[in-house]
């Protein structure tokens, strides 16, 4: 095995007693943070960020999206 040997033992996992309840405002950020976020996904600003292969991958995958629409 490459990851976990025999001796090793499992993380465990804790829940706090402590919940914290996020506000209406909070969440609106949190919002406005999240990658996953479809307004967010063409900014062109994001394709700065990528390495130049990733924005030629991605590039590539947004237009064959757009013309299998038409097909």
Do not use: C, T
């Amino acid at each position: 095995m490459l990851g976990l040997e025999k001796d090793q033992q499992k993380k465990k996992v804790r829940f706090s007693n402590e919940v914290i309840k996020l506000g209406p405002q909070l969440l609106e950020k949190v919002e406005e943070i999240d990658d996953h976020n479809p307004k967010r996904r063409n900014n062109p600003k994001n394709f700065e960020s990528m390495p130049l292969n990733w924005q030629a991958l991605y590039k590539g995958i947004l237009q064959h999206k757009s013309l299998k629409h038409y097909n």
